[in-house]
């Protein structure tokens, strides 16, 4: 049985080496995603969130695997974030910070699935956010983006060139929300390692 792995067959959007912004065209996505505020660092909300997401991301994996004969590599944790201030981002103010948390999904993955292993994980673990996960789906069409090789602290800098300088010189625009892809799990890697894919929807200035 091949494992159908969206790192291998979204090579572009999930292993970029472009270490400055670059324009790609990131194709419609589903996910199981949380939606939140508040400081990822302390926020009690953010762990809820993050821990329902994997946790009915695996009981999917395993149910189409056993009832469909279809396996797949659970994807990374995403993010995308907003704020009603652009300069919440550039001076860490984090506690103005919304979010949704995201797990990509096969195409075949049905929002039927999604019920079906949301109602089995709580009845085995009753996280409190289980009921919150929703599938939805994201498209982002052409985005700037580029891998940001470091502290999720020090990726204000590659922000400021975006918004200060790349979409000035491109004639763009931002359209939709600041998008994060962690390619590295920080429990176990070096803040000075960390792998993390930044990524802005844009449009033209004329439209």
Known sequence: MTRYDIKRE???????????????????????????????????????????????????????????????????????WWSDRYEAFTSRAKDEWRWRMLISQPDWIT??????????????????????????????????????????????PALARLHDAYLAAHRLRPTGHHHEVYLSDPRRTEPARLRTVLRQPVLPVDR
């Open 111 to 156: 929002e039927a699935a999604v019920e079906d292993a949301k109602r089995t994980t709580m009845a085995k673990k009753g996280l409190p956010a289980i009921p919150d996960v929703q599938l939805r789906t994201l498209e982002e069409g052409t985005s700037a983006q580029l891998l940001h090789v470091g502290s999720y602290d020090d990726e204000a």
């Open 10 to 80: 979204l090579k572009w959007v999930y292993a970029p080496r472009n270490r400055d912004w670059e324009l790609v065209e990131v194709p419609a996505q589903r996910f199981i995603a949380v939606d939140g505020a508040g400081d990822p660092n302390t926020s009690d909300d953010y762990a809820r969130a993050v821990e329902a997401l994997y946790t009915v991301a695996y009981a999917i994996k395993f149910t189409s695997k056993r009832a469909l004969e279809r396996d797949f590599v659970v994807g990374p944790l995403e993010g995308l």
